[in-house]
């Protein structure tokens, strides 16, 4: 059972046209990464999918194209624990996953081999952002303690379960919390009151996709594992070093360098002239046209950088389209961290290079720079020659004079 009804709203304004679960992670999202786990270690499982009760028009295309999966949706309560008061009760054990988040196969299948039911943690530098575990000398559960300026370990919720049929009992007494939800959290804290619940620690890579940096460094975390496979056409006079994945369909043209790390998605076009640097993902059905360089960003699919451009550290959604000589800062001048707007809260990053979070649908004209940190929203139009320093507002009309 997967998750995957949350909003993403640190996520915007990439999330205003898809779901957070439909994340790129190089060719496929973090929902069917999961996916993709579960199916090859569990033998024709039955898996429900949680979503919106009402879905946006964007979102509807990106969770109708799971196959072999039911769909459920999540009515009045909120939260994660609202979520499940919606689906079917089991007669068998039942693991539950939260969509959004990035992990190893391995550590699902640590929680899916326990005998007993289990839960993931995480170790994390900053558990008081999350949910973290109070454990006894055994090494199971006692409680979750949610948003703790006193967490009382570093070994937080991972957001995979394996659970009894008799979970749902205590589902179905939660009350509402302070957050004005259902937690599913403070389920689990009362279920492991009379039931065993294993911590099953894992070393792996964990990360809760849940601010837009995130998304280049989960990527980065994927790119690491890769091994270099060349499916499409190669022009000549191009250069490929290190590890890099063309799809089939792409074509790199002539005098165009590529340094792996990096990702190309399926029938997208690079160059000629162009420079893409290491840690750098380009979704399918993209362009990448001449005389541009990219450097550790995420461009996702059908979106059009055509020439004289630099994009830095940035991610890129969906149907873009630059203007020739649009050009993202990264850096400050004075090269400190760089901080973004998060629901109204002005948030480190912890990047001295990041440059622009673009949401889908955005176009810019001839001659635009966008300064590091800066946020534009889908559907936005930038005049030319304007110098964006704020974040731009999802459909606004930005630098007409």
Do not use: C
């Amino acid at each position: 059972m997967l998750l995957a009804a949350g909003k993403g709203e640190r996520l915007e304004p990439i999330t205003d046209t898809r779901p957070k679960p439909f994340i790129p992670i190089l060719g496929e999202t973090l929902i069917e990464r999961t996916l993709r786990f579960v199916r090859e270690l569990l033998q024709n499982p039955d898996i429900y999918v949680i979503i919106p009760d009402q879905l946006e028009k964007s979102y509807e295309a990106f969770f109708y194209k799971l196959n072999n999966v039911r769909f459920v949706k999540q009515g009045e309560r909120k939260g994660t624990g609202g979520a499940l008061f919606y689906v079917p009760k089991f007669s068998d054990d039942i693991l539950i996953i939260y969509g959004d988040i990035y992990t190893t196969k391995e550590s699902i299948e640590a929680v899916i081999t326990q005998e007993e039911s289990a839960i993931l943690g995480a170790e994390v530098p900053n558990p008081g952002e999350y949910g973290s575990l109070m454990i006894d000398e055994g090494g199971y559960l006692r409680g979750i303690i949610e948003k703790s300026q006193s967490p009382p370990s570093n070994l937080i919720n991972g957001g995979i379960f394996k659970v009894t049929p008799d979970f749902f009992e205590f589902v179905d007494k939660l009350q509402i919390s302070s957050r004005g939800e259902y937690e599913l959290t403070d389920a689990l804290t009362n279920f492991s009151r009379r039931n065993k619940v294993k911590v099953v620690r894992t070393s792996a890579v964990w990360k809760d996709v849940g601010r837009p940096w995130d998304i280049i460094e989960v990527n980065k975390t994927e790119l690491n594992g890769i091994h270099g496979s060349v499916m499409g056409n190669i022009e000549s006079n191009v250069m490929i070093k290190g590890e890099v994945v063309i799809e089939e369909g792409s074509i790199v043209r002539h005098g165009s360098v590529i340094e792996g790390p990096v990702y190309i998605g399926k029938n997208s076009s690079i160059g000629p002239n162009a420079y893409i640097r290491p840690y750098t993902v380009i979704g399918s059905n993209s362009k990448i046209g001449s005389f541009v360089e990219v450097k550790e960003s995420v461009i996702m699919e059908n979106t059009k950088i055509p020439h004289l451009s630099y994009v830095g550290d940035s991610v890129i959604a969906e149907d873009v389209n630059f203007g020739a000589g649009t050009l993202i800062a990264n850096l400050r001048f004075d090269e400190r961290d760089i901080y973004v707007n998060i629901k109204e809260k002005r948030l480190n990053s912890g990047r001295k290079k990041l440059g622009a979070i673009i949401g889908a649908h955005v176009r810019t004209g001839i001659n635009v720079s966008i300064l590091p940190g800066v946020k534009i929203g889908s559907y936005a139009r930038i005049y030319p020659g304007a110098v964006v320093n704020r974040d731009v507002r999802r459909g606004e009309f930005f630098g007409l004079r």
